[in-house]
Nanobody, 123 residues
C-alpha cells in the first residue's frame, strides 16, 4: 500500500495556473502509475490524466494541452500543472496509484488514493 498526500490547491481566476503536488510513500515510486482524478459537487469522479513508465502520459480530452503531469522519482512526488484554468475545472482533485502501466482512466483500477485538494476557479 502507498500513502499519498496532495497539496497546492486553492482559489484562482479563470485563465490562471496552479500546480498540484502528490507526495508518495510506502512503495517504490517509479514502479507504478500515477493518476489524477477530480470530482465536482454533485458529479461523479472524473479522470484527468495518468503518468507511467517514467514519462508516458495520457489525458482526458477536457484537459489535454492545458494540463501536464510530471513526476520526480527522487522526491517521490508527482505534479499536475494546470494552466488556462476554467470555472468548469473547479473540483476536488485526487491523485491515485496503480500497479502496471498504460492509459488507465477507470478509477476502479487504482488502489491507493490521496485525501484530495480543492481547486476553485472563479470567473
Amino acid at each position: 500500500q502507498v500513502q499519498l498526500v496532495e497539496s497546492g490547491g486553492g482559489l484562482v481566476q479563470a485563465g490562471g495556473s496552479l500546480r498540484l503536488s502528490c507526495a508518495a510513500s510506502g512503495r517504490t515510486f517509479s514502479s507504478y502509475s500515477m493518476g489524477w482524478f477530480r470530482q465536482a459537487p454533485g458529479k461523479e469522479r472524473e479522470f484527468v490524466g495518468v503518468s507511467w513508465n517514467g514519462g508516458s502520459t495520457y489525458y482526458a480530452d477536457s484537459v489535454k494541452v492545458r494540463f501536464t503531469i510530471s513526476r520526480d522519482n527522487a522526491k517521490n512526488t508527482a505534479y499536475l500543472q494546470m494552466s488556462s484554468l476554467k470555472p468548469e475545472d473547479t473540483a476536488v482533485y485526487y491523485c491515485a496509484t496503480r500497479r502496471g502501466a498504460g492509459a488507465a482512466a477507470n478509477a476502479l483500477l487504482y488502489d491507493s488514493w490521496g485525501q484530495g485538494t480543492q481547486v476553485t476557479v472563479s470567473s
